[in-house]
């Protein structure tokens, strides 16, 4: 089985904005900057009016410079980074399942459902198969009574009779042919069905495996 963790090509990592919580993260991330952009230009004013002050002026510049400090440092960035695609993921995963294990055993039970309707698909085939088989032999029973009348009425010679028999017999023939030909594909989809069950069977059972091992 694949690994569980989402990977592009030839292992190259996804981006976080792709991850589960990336597009919550996106969204909440365009909206603080619009706010951001929205309080600036209320209190610009204000902060005019601070500047004006030396001393406000040069706790403003400090506070600048150790923004500019933290916004440029590398491991600082990474923190916030880390920090807020976790709290995106967290709010994310209270709406739609993300946790990988849990999907696949989702899957799991999805595919043991599956696999319950080919049973019982199997099962009306094998009812319908063995039905129709015992109408075919009934046939051939009737089909050779027919053949035996018809060749006394030819030793009588009698030939209206063995006229009306004769047709009988070929209509049975023909029905016969024409079910045993419908009998044998059946059994064919009743051998394909098997063999999907017996494969999805194993499949389940090789991934329950591997969810266990995780």
Known sequence: ????????????????????????????????????????????????????????????????????????????????????????????GLVIEIDPIAIVEMKVKEMREKITVIKNQISNVKGLVDLNTKKVEQKKIELARQINLLNEYRKRGDTEHAIVVERQVVRLQSSVDRQQKRLEESRKWNDILDKLKERAM????DTENEVADR
């Not at 150790?66 to 709290?87: C, G, H, N, P, Q």
């Not at 194993?202 to 059972?205: A, D, G």
């Open 1 to 92: 089985m694949n690994d569980l963790v989402p990977m592009i090509g030839d292992g190259e990592k996804i981006s976080p904005w792709e991850k589960p919580g990336g597009t919550l993260g996106l969204v909440v991330a365009g909206g603080a900057l619009g706010g951001g952009a929205i309080l600036l230009y209320k209190i610009l004013p204000w902060l005019i009016t601070l500047t004006s002050n030396i001393l406000t002026l040069s706790l403003l510049v400090g506070a600048l410079f150790l923004i500019a400090f933290l916004v440029t440092d590398k491991r600082f960035r990474k923190t916030v980074s880390m920090i807020y695609f976790l709290i995106m993921r967290k709010i994310t």
């Open 202 to 205: 194993l499949v389940v059972e």
